[in-house]
């Protein structure tokens, strides 16, 4: 098919949308004012209640429509596999199949809420990992595919259509951000037009479907991409190009894979006034409800329609024995918003912003000294001038400000940094302490590995080397990272800069986050690494450190990656090592460059030689950015030579309160 001009296209959706908005929000509470979708999937219902659950509130026992209704949900959402009982189906039992969706469909009915059904399009789970093709369509392609889903779809809606409960909401696909029905409707990052015909061609087939059998409902294009900015708009360019059609635009929002509220409340507002659809967080978790449903009523011009929370009946709102739990009463708080939602005079809390932390105040002069634990440990004391003094100490003497240390997932792993586990969680946290006690700034460096991480290795931990899939891996590094902030937070030691990975200019975690080919895997466990920081203290500056010193076509190819697949961070930094990364006027020329390109603080967080020239090259860069550098291991006589073999201070450190005055008089 021939690609219609894309302006063309989100113009005239545009001019569908707000009729559609007028239509969709009129329907609605009997006084003209526009409902807001509170709503849920819960389509394991039949299973659990199968197995005997039952439901209670307040310790009565009542139907969970009941309970639903109560707290103010208004819309069920029900997930439709084209044949469970097939061989690697969904279910033996057939649940989630026809059968069962109409028998779910009249209960909805007859509780008087809205309907939506999610086509999945397989015969199981659907998802940004996995869109298996349906086994009855196997070896089927090209047309007749597009033309079996449609035959599909439009079965299916007639079927409930005769039955008297058609859907009010279709869900053509779900989380689609990979495609549908692999591997011919299958999209990934270096895709092609072909790709894209394929993937649209499918999609607009079920939607011609849903417009001749059901044409007053509503069709909603479902991402997986809540806070993802760049790719939702990659995605829905292309598909606009290629004439589809949706009246909502559905985000799942899971804070392991989609970032911070505060990128989802970004990318919700930029969405909604660069396309001009009401949009929908068709999926998301507890807890977290009363927060995503006022980042959802916040989205100007009551664009936000509302929320579906999935499978709220395992544990959400529910405990293990059915009895509502705490989470639940967010609703009753939703619904007291309703009314200035419908007003257009709802105002978000102030909590969904980023702090201004006033870190880069002065400049940044660091230093690595990880070994120092080890060192000490040994028989190693350090001195200045004769005197013997705690090592931080000596260093806040000549003006070092900032501290870094590396942190290992496993150390004492087999093959493992250290037997002792030195640069662990534990040991970090004990030295981290003595850093804070001298009033100095921390840069937490993940390594995301037992052992050295750098552009020649990048191994996966050993205790993560089973993971497979995608959405795991990324849910893993979300909770280690965030349990590893949330420990230094509680320990009164909360980091002002977390590094997520060490050299990563390769990519990290290999083989499954190399970059060299498809930039999917990488990107995505960066993204949710820097959210997990983030979730934790949004003042946290994070960084992403690359080994590129005096490189600049390199560093500029993978910055402009990570920021076309939606990481978010605020630094840059660079290690620069003459044998490895170029000239002092290579490195000049790369950071000038990038400090521009990119608006963002470049920080040479590696260096060891040519130490006034480098900070000759910092203090030379542009005003706006923030001067700093941090020495690796200063301590080392071999490598930052700051101290000799048996620890007392060299010349070298002398250099520095002159560096500090003549970046801080730049300033």
Same mark, same amino acid.
């Given at each position: 098919m021939k690609p219609t001009s894309l302006t063309d296209s989100i113009k005239r959706n545009t001019i569908l949308a707000v009729m559609l908005i007028s239509v969709l929000l009129a329907g609605c509470t009997g006084k003209g004012k526009p409902e807001y979708i509170v709503g849920a999937d819960i389509s394991f219902l039949p299973q659990m209640e199968a197995r005997g659950v039952t439901y209670r509130d307040s310790g009565i026992e009542m139907g969970l429509f009941d309970i639903l209704k109560k707290y103010h949900v208004n819309y069920i959402r029900l997930r439709i596999f084209h044949n469970p009982a097939a061989e690697n189906g969904y279910s033996a039992d057939g649940y989630c199949g026809l059968k069962q969706t109409m028998l779910m469909a009249k209960r909805i009915y007859e509780a008087g809420m809205g309907f939506a059904l999610d086509f999945h399009y397989s015969d199981t789970w659907a998802d940004p990992d996995?869109?298996?093709?349906?086994?009855?369509?196997?070896?089927?392609?090209?047309?007749?595919?597009?033309?079996?889903?449609?035959?599909?779809?439009?079965?299916?809606?007639?079927?409930?259509?005769?039955?008297?409960?058609?859907p009010h909401m279709v869900q053509v696909g779900n989380e689609i951000i990979n495609g549908m029905v692999w591997p011919d409707g299958k999209i990934e990052d270096t895709s092609g037009p072909e790709a894209w015909d394929a993937f649209t061609g499918l999609y607009n087939a079920g939607v011609k479907a849903v417009r001749e059998v059901l044409p007053e409902a509503q069709v909603m294009l479902h991402l997986a991409l809540g806070g993802q900015n760049m790719r939702s708009r990659l995605i829905l360019d292309n598909m606009l190009s290629r004439n589809a059609e949706f009246d909502i635009l559905g985000q799942s929002y899971y804070p392991q894979w989609h970032g911070t509220y505060i990128d989802l409340k970004n990318n919700l507002d930029e969405l909604a006034a660069r396309y001009g659809r009401p949009i929908l967080v068709c999926e998301h978790t507890a807890?977290?409800?009363?927060?995503?449903?006022?980042?959802?009523?916040?989205?100007?011009?009551?664009?936000?329609?509302?929320?579906?929370?999935?499978?709220?009946?395992?544990?959400?709102?529910?405990?293990?024995?059915?009895?509502?739990?705490?989470?639940?009463?967010?609703?009753?708080?939703?619904?007291?918003?309703?009314?200035?939602? !419908?007003?257009?005079?709802?105002?978000?809390?102030?909590?969904?912003?980023?702090?201004?932390?006033?870190?880069?105040?002065?400049?940044?002069?660091?230093?690595?000294?990880?070994? =120092? !634990?080890?060192?000490?440990?040994?028989?190693? =004391?350090?001195?200045?001038?004769?005197?013997?003094?705690e090592v931080f100490e000596i260093l806040k003497d000549y003006k070092f400000n900032w501290i870094r240390f590396r942190l290992f997932v496993n150390p004492s792993a087999e093959n493992g940094y250290s037997a002792e586990g030195y640069c662990d969680l534990e040991n970090t946290l004990i030295m981290a302490k003595r850093v804070k006690a001298q009033g100095m700034k921390l840069l937490l460096n993940f390594h995301y590995s037992d052992n050295w991480a750098d552009p020649g290795k990048q191994f996966t931990p050993a205790a993560w080397s089973s993971i497979t899939s995608s959405a795991n891996m990324e849910r893993t590094i979300y909770e280690y990272t965030r349990n590893v902030i949330e420990r230094f937070r509680d320990e009164g030691v909360t980091p002002e800069m977390v590094q997520v990975g060490n050299e990563i200019n390769n990519g990290f975690l290999w083989p499954f986050g190399?970059?060299?080919?498809?930039?999917?895997?990488?990107?995505?466990?960066?993204?949710?690494?820097?959210?997990?920081?983030?979730?934790?203290?949004?003042?946290?500056?994070?960084?992403?450190?690359?080994?590129?010193g005096g490189q600049n076509e390199r560093s500029v190819k993978f910055f402009d990656k990570i920021i076309e697949n939606d990481v978010v961070f605020d630094v840059i930094g660079q290690s620069y090592y003459p044998r490895w990364h170029g000239t002092i006027d290579d490195l000049k020329h790369n950071l000038e460059d990038l400090t521009v390109r990119y608006n963002k603080p470049v920080i040479v967080v590696e260096y060891s030689e040519m130490k006034q020239e480098v900070h000759e090259v910092i203090g030379a860069l542009p005003a706006k950015t923030v001067p700093g550098s941090f020495i690796w291991e200063a301590t080392s006589p071999r490598w930052g030579k700051l101290f000799d073999e048996n620890g007392r201070t060299t010349e070298f450190i002398k250099l520095y309160p002159e560096i500090y005055n003549q970046l801080k008089t730049r300033q």
């Open positions: 996995k869109q298996y093709k349906p086994s009855a369509w196997a070896g089927v392609e090209g047309k007749l595919l597009e033309d079996s889903l449609y035959t599909y779809t439009k079965a299916v809606l007639i079927a409930l259509k005769n039955q008297g409960t058609p807890p977290g409800i009363k927060e995503i449903n006022d980042i959802v009523m916040s989205v100007p011009g009551n664009m936000g329609i509302g929320t579906m929370i999935w499978e709220p009946t395992r544990r959400l709102i529910f405990d293990r024995e059915g009895n509502t739990n705490e989470n639940i009463l967010d609703y009753l708080a939703v619904n007291r918003n309703v009314e200035a939602w !419908q007003k257009g005079t709802f105002k978000l809390p102030d909590v969904f912003t980023v702090p201004e932390t006033g870190i880069f105040d002065e400049p940044v002069i660091g230093a690595d000294v990880s070994w =120092v !634990q080890e060192h000490e440990d040994k028989g190693m =004391v350090y001195s200045d001038g004769g005197v013997e003094k190399r970059n060299d080919e498809s930039w999917t895997h990488f990107a995505g466990s960066l993204r949710v690494a820097s959210a997990a920081v983030r979730s934790v203290d949004p003042g946290i500056k994070v960084m992403v450190h690359v080994a590129l």
